[in-house]
């Protein structure tokens, strides 16, 4: 059985504890601790991307997704192709082939669709579940695009959707913490296992292949550690 796990950049703060490391010093470190899938948000500085692309050759890392600027889908025309211009070329630097990309609350506008629809023709384009009309995008984009949902189990707990609801639609993407309604952001707990347990037998159904991701922002690496130790042994009872 494959572990399959990995780590999203996106959850870890650049500026503390990390902030002198470097995002390449960043994924060596990751990588050394047995992380073989990352997930890296934008950058678009062109002598830090090159520095990148680099370290991931060289340690071999797989980097499954680049996730877009947050806000993407909620600027100007100029703006939104700019910035999935930029995206595109950040992806094929490290030979990602799935973008990750926030919804805005109301419908896509045909501008947006065929910008999106233009932009990516190359990629997957992954959904994430940050309010309750992610699905619909899905079902929008994808006669336009090769598209699926980011599925976050934080973000699905906190909208009261079921798992099962974002399988209607094809599911392309994991990230995995913990739920609280009291805090943004937390770990991993006994409270959580029960919808993390519904996406390893989609996954153990076939219904779900790519990594597990495991997202939220880390002080220290030995936590992420731990919690990757803590989904390697959720999957053991799944699939063992």
């Given amino acids: 059985m494959s572990e399959h796990i990995g780590l999203s950049l996106m959850g870890l703060r650049f500026d503390f504890p990390y902030a002198g490391l470097g995002i390449a010093s960043l994924i060596r470190n990751v990588n050394k601790l047995g992380f073989e899938e990352i997930e890296i948000p934008i950058i678009?500085?062109?002598?830090?991307?090159?520095?990148?692309?680099?370290?991931?050759?060289?340690?071999?890392?797989?980097?499954?997704?680049?996730?877009?600027?947050?806000?993407?889908?909620?600027?100007?025309?100029?703006?939104?192709?700019?910035?999935?211009?930029?995206?595109v070329r950040f992806a094929a630097a490290l030979d990602s082939n799935l973008i990750v990309l926030h919804p805005a609350p109301e419908w896509?506008?045909?501008?947006?669709i065929e910008t999106l629809a233009r932009g990516f023709a190359k990629y997957k384009l992954a959904i994430e579940n940050?309010?309750?009309?992610?699905?619909?995008?899905?079902?929008?984009?994808?006669?336009?695009?090769?598209?699926?949902?980011?599925?976050?189990?934080?973000?699905?707990?906190?909208l009261g959707q079921p798992i099962d609801y974002y399988f209607t639609?094809?599911?392309?993407?994991?990230?995995?913490?913990?739920?609280?309604?009291?805090?943004?952001?937390?770990?991993?707990?006994?409270?959580?296992?029960?919808?993390?347990?519904?996406?390893?037998?989609?996954?153990?159904q076939g219904l779900y292949k790519g990594a597990l991701m495991l997202e939220y922002p880390y002080i220290s690496l030995d936590d992420a550690c731990d919690d990757k130790d803590v989904l390697t042994q959720l999957r053991k009872l799944v699939f063992e």
């Fill in 44 to 87: 678009t500085d062109e002598l830090q991307m090159a520095t990148i692309a680099q370290t991931v050759k060289v340690t071999g890392v797989h980097v499954c997704a680049i996730h877009a600027e947050k806000n993407l889908m909620q600027t100007s025309p100029k703006s939104l192709n700019d910035k999935v211009e930029a995206t």
């Fill in 108 to 112: 896509p506008s045909h501008d947006q």
């Fill in 130 to 158: 940050t309010n309750s009309v992610a699905v619909e995008w899905v079902k929008i984009l994808s006669e336009y695009i090769e598209c699926g949902i980011a599925l976050d189990i934080s973000h699905a707990r906190y």
């Fill in 169 to 204: 639609a094809n599911v392309f993407h994991t990230h995995i913490r913990g739920y609280n309604s009291c805090e943004r952001y937390t770990r991993i707990g006994p409270s959580d296992h029960e919808a993390i347990f519904e996406l390893l037998y989609k996954e153990k």
